[in-house]
């Protein structure tokens, strides 16, 4: 029986990766952009239905949401190849169509007063599924749409539909941003993420530059490439659910493997070998399972800007794609224990688990063995301290609150950016926790 995923779109950076998600997602499956099988994926035996469904006249439906408080990304959307593609009920943007000009607080306003439009979209989508598992965010944490309405969104969720898994995929903005608030933005959202999400898979802008640059020497990376490698993540990490194996063949399989504790569910990612298109070809020539697993966990590959130096692992999972043979991966599990390449908690048990996925017959792959690894890492607590310092050099001024002052959720006071600091402090503060032996007794303490 499918565990269906619904995906939630928000924003012009949700929906910009979210397009490439489904374009990667289409290529897997054998699906033209029409929505129409291709004759030669008639007798696949993929799990389509997870992420999509069949209309009356046979073509495959995206179960997608996608949403906007300004019309630009949603109209470009409209106008591409892929514009049959998805159900045209789905697309919401706001009348007003001004967006939420990067303010978190206008993002969750308008939202208030759209809700029940959104809500209609998602239920509908919702009853049409058989067993639905869970949703799936795409979203920014820095601008106002994706912030600010993808934060209002998670907590009708959580309300909604307590006993179903939400994961996001969030975007976490460059360390030399353009948009001031981005601070103030940030650290609201990360409350929510804390309260309101089952799964975080962090996607880091800052380091995704870097590995662009370092790894596939391209000096000035685009928007786009940066949306592609992120769609390859995506696309990576949902592997087990489409091609399913014995292990980790729903999202809640996957996430119970990953987090141990509620709060601890931030997961950073690395793959390999990493390729964009066929002018940037990687430097890796001859992929083994071995060599895979061991560049899976070099902090260069690490989609996040922390340093893995400091810090442990709390859980690994590796998705290992194509020729890959059991015996291999446990001689590379053997090598990792010897040479002592992944250092984990004191209070769980260290093993990496590994899950060995299919590769889609459709794909002109140019690697025989691909790797993505979905991390639990105490460092990833440096990134959020990091938005906290920000948005504490920010507010010690009241610098720019003037418009978020116009809202009515700040209109009496600010306390709501107190708390959430507050929220995400105890976020890095259980992280930190999590490297001490007695972390257990800390939580009930």
């Known amino acids: 029986m499918p565990r269906e995923i619904i995906t939630l779109q928000v924003g012009q950076c949700g929906n910009q990766i979210g397009m490439e998600f489904w374009k990667q997602l289409c290529a897997e499956h054998g699906i033209n952009k029409e929505g129409m099988l291709e004759d030669y994926a008639v007798n696949g035996d993929d799990r389509k239905d997870v992420f999509f469904y069949q209309a009356d006249d046979e073509h495959y439906i995206p179960r997608a949401l996608l949403i906007d408080l300004e019309p630009r990304v949603i109209h470009s959307i409209q106008n591409s190849d892929y514009r049959n593609l998805y159900n045209p009920e789905n697309f919401f943007v706001s009348k007003e169509g001004g967006g939420a000009g990067n303010n978190w607080a206008s993002g969750y306003t308008q939202a208030d007063s759209v809700q029940e439009e959104i809500f209609e979209m998602l239920d509908r989508e919702a009853d049409g599924s058989d067993s639905l598992e869970g949703f799936v965010l795409c979203h920014s944490i820095a601008g106002g749409t994706g912030s600010g309405l993808g934060s209002y969104l998670l907590e009708c969720l959580n309300d909604r539909y307590p006993k179903k898994l939400i994961q996001t995929y969030s975007v976490?903005?460059?360390?030399?941003?353009?948009?001031?608030?981005?601070?103030?933005?940030?650290?609201?959202?990360?409350?929510?993420?804390?309260?309101?999400?089952?799964?975080?898979?962090?996607?880091?802008?800052?380091?995704?530059?870097?590995?662009?640059?370092?790894?596939?020497?391209?000096?000035?990376?685009?928007?786009?490439?940066?949306?592609?490698?992120?769609?390859?993540?995506?696309?990576?990490?949902?592997?087990?659910?489409?091609?399913?194996?014995?292990?980790?063949?729903?999202?809640?399989?996957?996430?119970?493997?990953?987090?141990?504790?509620?709060?601890?569910?931030?997961?950073?990612?690395?793959?390999?070998?990493?390729?964009?298109?066929?002018?940037?070809?990687?430097?890796?020539?001859?992929?083994?399972?071995?060599?895979?697993?061991?560049?899976?966990?070099?902090?260069?590959?690490?989609?996040?800007?922390?340093?893995?130096?400091?810090?442990?692992?709390?859980?690994?999972?590796?998705?290992?794609?194509?020729?890959?043979?059991?015996?291999?991966?446990?001689?590379?599990?053997?090598?990792?224990?010897?040479?002592?390449?992944?250092?984990?908690?004191?209070?769980?048990?260290?093993?990496?688990?590994?899950?060995?996925?299919?590769?889609?017959?459709?794909?002109?792959?140019?690697?025989?063995?691909?790797?993505?690894?979905?991390?639990?890492?105490?460092?990833?607590?440096?990134?959020?301290?990091?938005?906290?310092?920000?948005?504490?050099?920010?507010?010690?001024?009241?610098?720019?609150?003037?418009?978020?002052?116009?809202?009515?959720?700040?209109?009496?006071?600010?306390?709501?950016f107190d708390d959430s600091r507050e929220v995400t402090v105890s976020l890095i503060d259980e992280y930190k926790a999590a490297e001490r032996e007695d972390y257990i007794a800390w939580g009930e303490g």
């Not at 399989?253 to 950073?268: S, Y």
């Not at 004191?346 to 688990?353: E, F, L, N, R, V």
């Not at 959020?384 to 006071?413: G, T």
């Open 172 to 416: 976490f903005p460059l360390q030399t941003s353009d948009v001031v608030v981005q601070p103030y933005n940030s650290v609201l959202t990360l409350k929510r993420l804390t309260l309101n999400a089952d799964c975080v898979v962090v996607l880091d802008n800052t380091a995704l530059n870097r590995i662009i640059v370092d790894r596939l020497k391209i000096p000035t990376p685009t928007f786009a490439q940066t949306n592609m490698l992120v769609s390859t993540v995506m696309a990576g990490s949902t592997t087990t659910l489409r091609y399913p194996g014995y292990l980790n063949n729903d999202l809640i399989g996957l996430v119970a493997a990953l987090v141990p504790t509620p709060r601890c569910h931030f997961l950073m990612t690395a793959y390999t070998p990493l390729s964009i298109d066929v002018r940037s070809q990687s430097a890796v020539r001859k992929t083994t399972v071995v060599d895979v697993m061991r560049r899976l966990l070099q902090p260069k590959n690490i989609m996040v800007s922390a340093s893995l130096r400091r810090g442990c692992y709390v859980s690994i999972l590796n998705i290992i794609r194509g020729e890959a043979d059991p015996t291999q991966v446990h001689k590379s599990l053997q090598r990792i224990r010897e040479r002592r390449l992944a250092s984990f908690i004191k209070w769980g048990p260290a093993s990496i688990q590994v899950a060995i996925a299919k590769q889609s017959p459709y794909v002109h792959q140019p690697h025989k063995v691909s790797g993505l690894t979905m991390a639990n890492h105490t460092a990833i607590q440096t990134l959020f301290d990091r938005c906290v310092k920000q948005h504490d050099l920010l507010r010690r001024r009241n610098a720019f609150l003037d418009n978020y002052r116009k809202q009515p959720i700040f209109a009496d006071s600010l306390d709501e």
